[in-house]
């Protein structure tokens, strides 16, 4: 791909724009009452729309936020923030919150109108910031849930203990992607991100209890490891791209042939007994595959970096149909580093096991030190580039499970 796709982008603006909207000498916090549940069952529960835009920021009189009745997850009302993005305004939608004593996990309903990728966020008293971001269907209720030590630190956030510390917690947001790309130079990016949005939140919790751990640091019988995923909590950080090939390529971001969901049966077989056996639940992406398109899916971790000692990346992928599939991972200079997986080897169960430095760097790529460093790698990505190979278009089901690094 030519065209990077950053995560990290949207903790930026979330860390620059999550500023104590108080006109009362500071006090907005300080007032902020600690609960565990927000079931919006008696109005909007301290939520409310801000914007910042030509270096300003204030509430969003442009965009409402109100409690509706006949589409609520649980109960008998979910909180609806309707808005519209604009090029240079980031909107988001927040409340001035404290965490109940021990919280160790959130769980929260999330539905859009629009196929897009929402992001949670938690901020601490001294600004920094921590996100837990999912890609969400259109009208489709999406669970989300993690435990507070997967919540991964916004971009431009720094923190004195490197940790999200549940005590220190001030407020709680939510940012719809679109309030990026709508700013995107005009040019290849063909997405429309400039309608009206309607993102509606349901039954968040904030629990003293643990979930089962499915993505970050874990020890498994000794082996230390950088988990991504293993989508035992039904989160999918994974962004769709469309490229389409030919006169210059195109760039369709969460493409409508497109879909993205967790299922038991797209699984790899195994025990799932651990954090990092495959097994248990997996991510299956669907997508018809035109003669003149590639497809990419996108994890990053820029604002997270790998250690230095991590030595091998490894994951479990099945395709439906014959492919020709790429596993690449981008350094923060954008030099890309590759594993090809042939089309007569991509139809079946894969547990690949690979060492990064036997990854092979790109045709169209250059690195300083020819080297692949992995405290330099940013991003993951899996292409299927069957185009390039000569095969048809073709309705494909790709299914992922237990995507990690390893580290010695």
């Known amino acids: 791909?030519?065209?990077?796709?950053?995560?990290?982008?949207?903790?930026?603006?979330?860390?620059l724009a999550w500023v104590p909207l108080s006109t009362n000498g500071g006090r907005?916090?300080?007032?902020?009452?600690?609960?565990?549940?927000?079931?919006?069952?008696?109005?909007?529960?301290?939520?409310?729309?801000?914007v910042f835009k030509d270096g300003a920021l204030a509430q969003d009189a442009n965009s409402t936020v109100t409690v509706v009745k006949d589409l609520a997850k649980a109960g008998q009302g979910a909180l609806s923030y309707a808005y519209k993005p604009e090029a240079n305004a980031f909107r988001a939608l927040i409340a001035e919150a404290k965490l109940p004593a021990g919280t160790q996990s959130v769980s929260l309903w999330l539905r859009s109108n629009a196929r897009t990728a929402l992001m949670f966020s938690l901020?601490?008293?001294?600004?920094?910031?921590?996100?837990?971001?999912?890609?969400?269907?259109?009208?489709?209720?999406?669970?989300?849930?993690?435990?507070?030590?997967?919540?991964?630190?916004?971009?431009?956030?720094?923190?004195?203990?490197?940790?999200?510390?549940?005590?220190?917690?001030?407020?709680?947001?939510?940012?719809?992607?679109?309030?990026?790309?709508?700013?995107?130079?005009?040019?290849?990016?063909?997405?429309?991100?400039?309608?009206?949005?309607?993102?509606?939140?349901?039954?968040?919790?904030?629990?003293?209890?643990?979930?089962?751990?499915?993505?970050?640091?874990?020890?498994?019988?000794?082996?230390?490891?950088?988990?991504?995923?293993?989508y035992e909590n039904g989160l999918v950080d994974w962004l769709p791209v469309r490229v389409t090939i030919g006169n210059g390529p195109a760039f369709?971001?969460?493409?409508?042939?497109?879909?993205?969901?967790v299922l038991t049966e797209a699984a790899a077989p195994g025990p799932g007994k651990t954090a990092l056996d495959p097994g248990g639940k997996g991510l299956r992406v669907s997508y018809k595959r035109g003669a003149q398109e590639i497809y990419a899916f996108v994890r990053s971790f820029e604002t997270q970096p790998l250690p230095a000692t991590a030595d091998r990346l490894r994951l479990s992928i099945n395709a439906s149909q014959k492919s020709m599939l790429i596993i690449q991972v981008k350094e923060k200079d954008d030099?890309?580093?590759?594993?090809?997986?042939?089309p007569d080897n991509s139809v079946g169960w894969q547990n690949l096991d690979?060492?990064?430095?036997?990854?092979t760097l790109g045709d169209n790529s250059k690195d300083e030190n020819q080297k692949l460093d992995p405290d330099q790698i940013k991003e993951l990505t899996i292409l299927d580039a069957s185009a390039f190979a000569g095969l048809g278009a073709t309705d494909v089901a790709l299914d992922l499970d237990a995507v990690y690094f390893v580290l010695k």
Not at 252 to 259: I, M, Q, R, V, Y
């Open 354 to 359: 690979l060492p990064l430095g036997s990854l």
């Open 335 to 342: 030099s890309e580093y590759q594993y090809v997986i042939a």
């Open 1 to 15: 791909m030519q065209k990077s796709v950053r995560w990290a982008l949207i903790g930026g603006v979330l860390a």
């Open 28 to 50: 907005a916090e300080a007032q902020a009452v600690a609960r565990g549940q927000y079931d919006f069952e008696d109005g909007t529960q301290g939520f409310s729309p801000i």
């Open 123 to 230: 901020r601490e008293e001294d600004g920094s910031s921590y996100e837990l971001s999912t890609y969400v269907p259109a009208h489709e209720w999406v669970l989300v849930s993690a435990n507070l030590s997967e919540f991964r630190p916004g971009s431009d956030s720094k923190d004195e203990n490197d940790k999200l510390d549940a005590d220190q917690v001030r407020q709680i947001g939510l940012l719809d992607i679109a309030n990026i790309f709508v700013s995107a130079p005009a040019g290849t990016l063909t997405t429309d991100f400039s309608a009206q949005r309607q993102v509606y939140l349901d039954d968040l919790k904030l629990s003293a209890d643990r979930l089962p751990q499915a993505s970050g640091d874990v020890t498994v019988g000794g082996q230390k490891a950088r988990l991504l995923s293993n």
């Open 252 to 261: 369709d971001l969460f493409p409508e042939t497109a879909s993205l969901k």
